[in-house]
């Protein structure tokens, strides 16, 4: 089952495209995970439909649900908060990280918590614009600078990938080393990435308003090789905007696409052939594989 958060609420959508309507009927839903989602920028509960609310004018931004339903929260002005028996709490710690005063964003406004993933050495969290960085005890160790411009980090077993303006990285350690490529690509600027059992899939086009938009993938154990389009079946070659961060998701070797323009592609053999799923559906805002 796809869980597909759109301009007009979430959907279930079925492997065999059976369309239903889930939960936030009339809100905007940008990202969802586990029991929780953001809708109209607020944090919403799944299970019990409550909304927790942040301190002061802060907008959640990205989400990574815990054990016993608990969630990792990144927020605007790149916060990051948990949830408890009361509410909500901040991670002080990622407060207190002495390089954020260095943390901005090419327009000029206050950074974001754009991305979060749990990786083999911790918990990584994506600033934007501010890189990556990893829990390391009490404390956060940079893994990725902030000239790199991440827009998403994921991770699985020992590897963890980001996207970002420069290009796509790759670390088989957990984060110590990486490798970088855009070998195949048409451009470098990529957005969004996921892991689809041995494979790498990622998202790229010419720029933050792109009018040429690709999915590519590439063997997670062959990271010097280059990246292949994505364009078979009735997934296109191009898109005439960007496939943008947790528009991507897979889940084993399933792999959803999901769009902007409300069209929603499905590949089971991690992103080799694809064929689109259902009706249109509203605006697609993320996607998020459940088996």
Not at 247 to 256: D, F, H, I, N, Q
Request: glycine residues 14%.
């Amino acid at each position: 089952m796809i869980l597909t958060g759109t301009a007009d609420g979430l959907f279930e959508i079925g492997l065999d495209g059976d369309i239903k309507r889930h939960a936030l009927a009339g809100t905007e839903v940008a990202a969802v995970s586990g029991d929780w989602a953001i809708a109209d920028n607020a944090l919403r509960s799944l299970a019990d439909d409550r909304r927790l609310e942040l301190p002061g004018d802060l907008v959640p931004r990205c989400l990574l649900s815990g054990p016993g339903g608990t969630c990792i929260i990144g927020t605007s002005s790149a916060r990051l908060f948990e949830t408890d028996a009361k509410g909500v709490r901040p991670v002080d710690s990622f407060d207190d990280i002495p390089e954020r005063v260095t943390w901005s964003t090419p327009w000029g406004g206050p950074p974001d918590t754009r991305s979060l993933a749990l990786g083999p050495k911790g918990i990584l969290v994506n600033v934007h614009v501010g890189g990556v960085w990893r829990s390391e005890g009490s404390g956060w160790f940079e893994v990725v600078p902030a000239a790199v411009d991440v827009h998403q980090v994921v991770a699985a077993e020992t590897i963890v990938a980001v996207a970002g303006g420069r290009g796509m990285g790759q670390s088989s350690d957990g984060g110590v080393t990486w490798k970088w490529s855009t070998q195949g690509m048409h451009a470098p600027y990529c957005r969004a990435v996921t892991i689809a059992a041995d494979w790498l899939l990622a998202t790229a086009s010419d720029g933050p308003g792109a009018q040429r938009g690709a999915v590519y993938r590439r063997p997670l154990d062959q990271p010097d090789q280059p990246w292949v389009p994505c364009g078979d079946g009735d997934l296109p070659k191009f898109f005439p905007y960007n496939v943008d961060t947790f528009e991507l998701a897979a889940a084993g070797e399933l792999v959803a696409v999901g769009t902007p323009s409300g069209e929603l592609y499905l590949s089971e053999d991690s992103g080799g052939s694809w064929r689109r799923l259902g009706e249109a559906l509203p605006g697609i805002r993320c996607v998020d594989l459940r088996t």
